[in-house]
């Protein structure tokens, strides 16, 4: 095992698999000679050539297009957007195409590519750099959306995405990229999309996160530990298709739960997490279940008021009190 | 110009136009459901282009996509039965009329977003590159196409990576109700071409052969690296932009100039003049085509409808 950041966990993901299969290559905005501006692919305009690095225009429409012609013609691109709020210009070439065509077609064609892109806010970017839109991209039936929060699931779920012969958003928490934890070295492993993990077991509480709300999460939970309340942490890890299995068999123990993600509140995953635990686990309801979610604000620049409308451990600590 | 491949270009556009026509009578009957969209008057040029094709070269298009499927050579009665939604449909009935495709014939579909299927063409191109083939990609769209971003961003990406397509705009005058002339701030589409360091050509969309022979000479230079071409058909839709347009921004005057100029009426006046045919030949084609359609009505008419379970099939790849 090495420790290793969430960036590095990713760019070993793109590198083996670049290795491992020809027809992968890279594409997207500044990723080849500048190294991606989140130095993901730094290195890898020298070690794998122009041809399977390529920088593209700023284009996000024709970035989220190309990639998925070239994976129904028998690539498997993988297409960086500089971040998310960009690959909403994208939305219709993604959402709308990308992940439509094969049921639309009747199975004729398959679309094996990656999209990935950075979002999140915290970094005192201004209101259209900072969001956390996953929810849009996850309301649609037939793509796929994947959001880790440890080095190790990030690793293994890129893996995983780049072998995948569906589409597949893969967004990267930005804040995340310097988290680091243990990855097996020399070991070729895979995450499996679609299945959510518990990160860590508790008995009094159960604390629903994904990507950034995950690693607030855990903060979170050594506190209440501190005062003797133990939570249990489940990771998603996957927006959809969505694995609500781990949540509601340890809802089932607590009877008590918070949802805790990084986007805006309202229509968020905490309001699908909320209806598919009262549906499915309706009688083990022991108070209400709370969701802490960004503020309903377009985000400032100013670092405090931005830090005002984002989650953090001491909003997690509250609402579970609340319902203890 | 051999006879049997221009008697084989006619039959084409006989039986895309008589396919049309009794399209536009099962959808007054209600066995076609959504948007319909005719090509009737547009046929030369799907059928002049895709035959300058080689084996390898694929087909993309928008949804004014019956001719381009019939073309490629997808079985007209499978069409006619993705028209219908029936589970023996081109695309099992999930398609419709505005999404056939036929991969098989590297015929990657109609798609109904304006410009959405640019930018999938451009990808096609660049996986053909990357194998290191000789094969390009016809991408067929409209004037009204030329407006939207994934025009622009395509061209100009196929443009910097020097991508095999040959980007065929379709200029049937008008995009739904509005003429070029309230949409476009240059009237010729083909001068949108230089923005992209790419040759644009203005063909008689009409004459198909000048259709076929302007599509084989775009291919060849891309053939010999020269790059994405740009190709403007000049052409004329008869009917609506669907079922049910009022036909509000046009005169029937210019409708009857057009058809002057009718596709099939230039090559049959051509076959007959040059002696290359007689009416006994391209009558017995007109009977045979009249005898397809009805059979792919027949079959289309009846093939089961999709079973329940197919609702929730090939949503993924991988369940």
Redesign the interface.
């Known amino acids: 095992m090495a420790r290793i950041t969430m960036r590095q966990a990713i760019t070993d993901a793109l590198r083996e698999e670049m290795q491992r299969d020809e027809t992968v290559f890279i594409m997207g905005e500044e990723v080849g000679i500048w190294g991606g501006t989140y130095a993901v692919t730094r290195g890898f305009h020298d070690e794998f050539g122009g041809k399977r690095v390529r920088d593209t225009p700023i284009s996000e429409m024709a970035i989220g297009g190309a990639a998925a012609g070239a994976a129904m013609n028998g690539l498997r691109p993988v297409a960086e957007f500089m971040t998310i709020n960009f690959a909403m210009l994208a939305l219709d070439a993604i959402v709308n195409h990308a992940a439509k065509l094969h049921y639309m077609f009747g199975a004729q064609m398959k679309v094996p590519v990656v999209y990935r892109a950075p979002g999140g806010g915290g970094r005192q970017l201004g209101a259209t750099h900072s969001h956390t839109p996953d929810v849009i991209f996850a309301h649609f039936p037939s793509l796929k959306v994947v959001s880790p929060s440890t080095p190790y699931d990030a690793k293994g779920l890129l893996k995983s995405a780049i072998r995948s012969d569906d589409p597949i958003l893969f967004i990267e928490h930005a804040t995340l990229y310097q988290v680091r934890d243990e990855v097996p070295e020399d070991e070729d492993y895979t995450v499996p999309i679609g299945v959510a993990d518990v990160k860590r077991e508790g008995s009094d509480v159960t604390i629903v996160a994904y990507a950034q709300g995950l690693q607030v999460s855990l903060a979170a939970a050594e506190q209440l530990s501190k005062e003797g309340i133990e939570a249990e942490v489940i990771d998603l890890r996957t927006l959809r298709p969505l694995d609500m299995g781990p949540a509601i068999e340890s809802f089932k123990k607590t009877f008590k739960a918070v949802v805790v993600e990084e986007g805006h509140r309202s229509y968020g995953v905490g309001a699908e997490v909320v209806a598919r635990l009262q549906e499915e686990a309706f009688d083990y309801i022991d108070a209400p279940i709370k969701r802490v979610a960004q503020l309903e604000v377009p985000l400032p620049y100013s670092r405090e008021l931005e830090q005002m409308a984002l989650i953090n451990p001491d909003r997690v600590i509250e609402a579970v009190k609340e319902i203890l | 110009m051999d006879k049997e491949m221009l008697l084989d270009w006619y039959r084409q556009m006989v039986l895309i136009r008589r396919f049309e026509q009794r399209s536009s009578e099962l959808y007054q009957q209600g066995k076609i459901g959504g948007f319909l969209h005719l090509y009737i008057g547009q046929e030369a040029v799907a059928v002049g282009a895709i035959a300058a094709r080689q084996e390898g070269d ?1 087909v993309i298009t928008a949804y004014r996509d019956h001719g381009h499927a019939l073309s490629v050579g997808s079985d007209t009665g499978r069409v006619m039965a993705e028209l219908m939604g029936k589970a023996t ?7 419709g009329s505005m ?1 056939l ?4 014939r590297r015929y ?2 109609g ?1 109904a ?1 304006v410009g ?13 590159q ?2 290191g083939t000789d094969n390009a990609v016809l991408c067929f769209f409209g004037d009204g196409a030329t407006n939207i ?2 025009f622009h ?2 061209l ?2 196929s443009g ?2 020097d991508l095999p397509v040959v980007w065929i705009c379709e200029n049937n005058q008008y995009g739904m109700g509005t003429t070029i002339e309230r949409a476009s701030a240059v009237p010729r589409m083909v001068d949108k071409a230089c923005a992209y360091g790419m040759e644009g050509k203005q063909v008689n969309g009409m004459d198909i052969i000048d259709v076929y022979e302007a599509t084989r000479e775009a291919l060849q230079k891309i053939r010999d690296g020269q790059g994405p071409q740009f190709l403007e058909m000049l052409t004329y839709r008869y009917e609506g932009h669907s079922m049910g347009d009022p036909l509000r921004y046009r005169t029937k005057d210019e409708v009857e100039k057009w058809r002057e100029d009718d596709p099939i009426g230039i090559l049959e006046r051509h076959l007959l003049q040059e002696d290359i045919a007689d009416e006994v030949e391209l009558e017995e084609i007109d009977s045979a085509v009249e005898q397809e359609v009805e059979e792919a009505v027949e079959f289309a008419e009846e093939s089961p409808l999709p079973q329940p379970e197919a609702l929730f ?6 369940a």
Do not use: C, Q, R
């Open positions: 694929h449909g081109v695309s099992k009935g999930k398609g999404h495709a036929d991969v098989e990657w579909g798609y977003v959405g299927h640019l930018p999938l063409a451009t990808g096609i191109a660049l996986a053909e990357y194998k971003g994934y961003e395509s100009n990406l910097v990576w099939e090939d949503i993924y790849v991988e």
